[in-house]
């Protein structure tokens, strides 16, 4: 939907109205001023549609084609706003170029959910969405935007979708059965030593650590068997992967045969006939990921893109076509078979089935757990 | 009378205006970044992606207590050396090829030696991995020959890793010691043939002494290019494998902790700079500078 100067003008003002002041303040004022006195301006419309693109990064790969293909060109043939897009390999890279750019040089992320969404309040890097400007957040899973309200009341993000980290096999070498029986001890089973993958992701790591030490994840009590627990998957390591791309070149190549995946990856190499298996053991670690808006975005537009991203038809096609359940909630919107088919994907809506990781908990342990993850990722 | 004092031809007012640009240059993308960092150094961690500017030596403190750090520069040194004295080795031979060689057309083996450069460092490094990878060219063709049973593992080690490095840096002392070699007197050579030398002591006692400076450019290139040394360890080598830029890229990227990845930074700038200084102060950076200027 193309944003008409009246409606534009109507958001503008109601930001303003809310205290949301931006460097657009002026130009609002002005604007409105402009508008009810039945005046305008040569410079004024060229001002106000000025906004002819709105900037997103995301993982890449099969996930980005996705939202591309699904969402951003759709939503560019309808709008005629661009979406000028970048990748990133690990989110605290992007986090890293955030905090050396100016505001609104970068806009919207496709963030990791709650835990990273902590780093960015912390670093004062968030906006506040105006939510009645996406009347789709009414689709959404309540239990996905919770966690997001419980940091900020006022939400800078908007879950999207949601996933797993499971154990990804190669099926030549091990059968479902053993798998199944193994579950995420397969990451520790020395007749794989040197055949072995994983993220290199400090909350990945510690988590099936708690999960092979029998330990729960979100309240950890000894974290020297945790750390042992990494070791010992690091000595059977072959490599640990930085990116969906690395990970599914591992597993394509048959360099590594069993490692910790994300779901939709894997999904899509299925898809591409490679013989992977995938199953969550239990425990298995869930994630959730989110459209984020920063701070010095132009609000209005990129309220109109997530709105447009969450309309069930666009959200559904990028579903299928990421293999990620989207976060629409499917007692509200009817949602395809194939999407009910996908690896971690709730029916009830509840997300109780999933664990995911306690922002809170997490976020207090993180400096100190990374720092020592990264020592032994390296040798230590 | 005072007379208006003209510009002269070595007048030190239009030498100054000359260099400005490029001292402006260097003042603001080189001693200023690092001016910036060697501040960042002192600036207090508070959690991932936040800082404070509350002074503090912690940084420094705990890099120099904790053998950790120092252990990887050790490491990351050894890396760097065993990599630069490989280039010397093998660059050293096509150098001395190239110089010697009666063949016409001797700009198509130097331009050969520049064609790798046409290519993004990223995809020749990623090259490896199809080539020394459990399914690369390598293996492939030794399990199809029954040579081998199992795939060899050569890929994702410190091998992997010195080799992609050798690949992209051998041909700066390839260049650096063909031009060594190029600036020998070739009538030295015949002297020492006419003197009764075989072409073996010919070269011993009078070519090779000759190149050294170059070799020893060469060396210093390669050593500090590995030593400082990020993708290729990223890319082909395990977490194991990281080299003291991959520590940094950690600190900054992952840990969000810039501060301390300022230190570590500045530390391996001191330290790689400590040797381009030694070499500087007994060789001159004259031959470099010849050898990447062709």
């Not at chain 2, 010691?177 to 070739?186: C, K, N, Q, T």
């Amino acid at each position: 939907m193309k944003l008409t100067t009246t409606k534009r003008l109507e958001r503008l003002h109601d930001r303003y109205a809310n205290g949301d002041l931006s460097r657009r303040t002026f130009l609002t004022l002005t604007a409105a001023a402009a508008a009810s006195a039945g005046l305008s301006m040569p410079w004024m419309g060229r001002a106000l549609a000025a906004v002819q693109e709105v900037r997103f990064d995301g993982w890449g790969g099969t996930v980005q084609d996705a939202i591309d293909k699904f969402a951003f060109q759709p939503y560019t043939t309808k709008t005629k706003i661009k979406v000028v897009q970048g990748t990133f390999g690990d989110e605290d890279e992007i986090i890293t170029k955030i905090k050396t750019a100016k505001p609104g040089d970068y806009q919207v992320i496709h963030s990791s959910g709650v835990n990273y969404y902590i780093k960015y309040v912390n670093a004062g890097l968030t906006s506040e969405i105006n939510e009645a400007n996406i009347p789709n957040m009414a689709n959404v899973l309540q239990p996905m935007i919770e966690p997001f309200r419980k940091l900020t009341p006022k939400l800078s993000a908007v879950p999207y979708d949601y996933g797993t980290t499971g154990i990804a096999y190669n099926t030549k070498v091990i059968s479902p059965e053993e798998a199944k029986e193994k579950g995420a001890a397969l990451l520790l089973d020395k007749k794989y030593a040197g055949k072995v993958g994983g993220y290199s992701d400090m909350t990945t790591r510690v988590w099936y650590a708690a999960l092979a030490t029998g330990q729960d994840p979100n309240n950890l009590k000894d974290m020297d068997a945790i750390w042992a627990k990494v070791r010992e998957t690091r000595d059977l390591a072959k490599k640990f992967w930085s990116s969906g791309a690395e990970l599914m070149d591992l597993l394509s190549k048959g360099e590594i045969v069993v490692t910790d995946a994300w779901s939709g990856r894997v999904a899509a190499l299925q898809d591409q006939g490679h013989p992977i298996g995938y199953l969550d053991p239990a425990g298995s670690y869930a994630w959730m990921e989110d459209m984020l808006i920063l701070k010095g975005s132009p609000m209005a537009e990129c309220e109109e893109l997530i709105n447009f991203m969450l309309d069930p038809a666009t959200s559904i096609a990028v579903a299928e076509g990421q293999s990620y359940p989207p976060s629409l909630d499917p007692n509200k919107v009817k949602l395809t078979e194939k999407i009910e088919k996908l690896p971690a994907f709730d029916k009830t809506g509840t997300m109780k089935s999933l664990t995911f990781a306690d922002p809170t908990y997490w976020a207090t342990n993180e400096d100190a757990w990374t720092k020592q993850w990264n020592r032994i990722s390296k040798g230590a | 009378m005072l007379m208006k004092r003209r510009w002269t031809l070595y007048d030190p007012r239009l030498a100054w205006m000359l260099v400005a640009p490029v001292l402006l240059l260097l003042i603001f993308f080189l001693v200023l970044p690092i001016a910036v960092m060697a501040g960042y150094t002192f600036f207090t961690f508070v959690t991932a992606g936040v800082e404070t500017s509350a002074l503090t030596t912690a940084n420094w403190h705990e890099f120099l207590t904790d053998s950790y750090y120092s252990g990887f520069l050790v490491k990351t040194l050894r890396v760097g050396a065993i990599t630069a004295l490989l280039c010397g080795v093998l660059g050293y031979f096509p150098a001395y090829f190239i110089w010697a060689t009666t063949f016409r057309h001797k700009w198509l083996l130097l331009l050969l030696l520049i064609v790798p450069f046409w290519i993004s460092f990223t995809i020749r490094t990623f090259s490896w991995i199809n080539i020394l990878g459990e399914q690369g060219v390598i293996n492939v063709a030794l399990l199809k020959l029954g040579i081998i049973n199992e795939p060899l593992p050569m890929l994702y080690n410190e091998g992997a890793v010195i080799l992609g490095m050798l690949h992209f840096l051998l041909p700066y002392m390839i260049l650096n010691v063909y031009v060594s070699l190029e600036s020998i007197d070739r009538t030295l050579i015949s002297a020492a043939r006419s003197m009764g030398c075989t072409s073996a002591q010919a070269f011993r006692e009078v070519t090779l002494p000759l190149s050294l400076p170059g070799l020893a450019a060469g060396l210093l290139l390669c050593f500090v290019l590995a030593a400082g040394s990020y993708v290729t360890p990223q890319l082909l080598g395990s977490g194991r494998d990281a080299l003291f830029g991959n520590l940094i890229y950690d600190t900054i990227m992952g840990e969000l902790n810039w501060p301390m990845g300022a230190t570590l930074s500045i530390v391996l700038f001191i330290v790689l700079g400590f040797f381009a200084a030694v070499y500087t102060r007994y060789m001159g950076m004259s031959q470099i500078v010849k050898g990447l200027g062709g």
